[in-house]
């Protein structure tokens, strides 16, 4: 069974502390990995795709990385306005499976 | 405009009527989605739209659910006889369509059954 899941489900962090999320992924057929962040009451908004074992895409504070069975979002020295629930999704075939995401807060 | 637009933002029934949620998707854009979200819960896929092909709609929980898409454009997700186990944000999301292309998400609607 197709299957993404995201940890921790909840993160804390002071502003300044650098840390990663996790996506671990069981997907036949894998097309691209999505990370997304979601803000409350809003729709995800789109971060990076990432293709290919060994690819990373960095913007900002945000460095993505992909293996062949997981993901990593870091986040170095994060802001206040870091804070969200980051989604990850997998793309198969023309289907996307989402984990259940992390929320993030980060304490001035 | 310039995003995906979804009305109502929030919708409140009585269980066993039937409610109607819109999404118009960015201009040009050929791939159409429809995801709920509940609380604590990931993105659970709907049915999916892709230019004049038959829709995907593997993802619908039962046949009270249905879905269309006129010209190609706005979609419309009817639930009929909701339930309170309906409750959720309903999502829309379109994209080019074109392979690994990335989903343009709009706000949603909170749908509350009471």
């Known amino acids: 069974e197709d299957q993404v899941t995201q940890s921790p489900e909840a993160l804390r962090l002071q502003e300044g502390e650098s840390s990663s999320l996790n996506c671990s992924y069981t997907?036949?057929?894998?097309?691209?990995l999505f990370w997304y962040r979601q803000d409350p009451g809003k729709g995800p908004e789109f971060l990076f795709t990432l293709y290919s074992a060994g690819e990373e895409k960095e913007k900002e504070r945000l460095k993505a990385t992909l293996t062949k069975k997981e993901s990593f979002l870091h986040i170095t020295a994060p802001k206040p306005e870091d804070s969200a629930t980051y989604l990850c999704a997998v793309q198969a075939g023309n289907q996307f499976y989402f984990g259940t995401g992390t929320s993030l807060t980060v304490i001035p | 405009g310039a995003g995906v637009s979804q009305s109502p933002s929030n919708k409140v029934t009585e269980k066993g009527k039937d409610v109607e949620l819109r999404c118009d998707p960015i201009s040009g854009h050929t791939a159409l989605y429809w995801y709920r979200q509940s609380l604590g819960q990931g993105l659970e896929f709907l049915i999916y739209?892709?230019?004049?092909?038959?829709?995907?709609k593997s993802g619908l929980p039962s046949d009270r659910f249905s879905a269309e898409r006129t010209g190609g454009s706005v979609s419309t997700l009817t639930i009929q006889r909701t339930q309170q186990e309906d409750s959720a944000v309903y999502l829309c999301?379109?994209?080019?369509?074109?392979?690994?292309?990335?989903?343009?998400f709009g706000s949603g609607t909170q749908l509350s059954v009471l």
């Open positions: 999301a379109s994209s080019l369509g074109t392979d690994l292309e990335k989903l343009f």
């Open positions: 997907v036949s057929g894998l097309r691209g």
């Open positions: 739209f892709q230019g004049n092909s038959a829709p995907d």
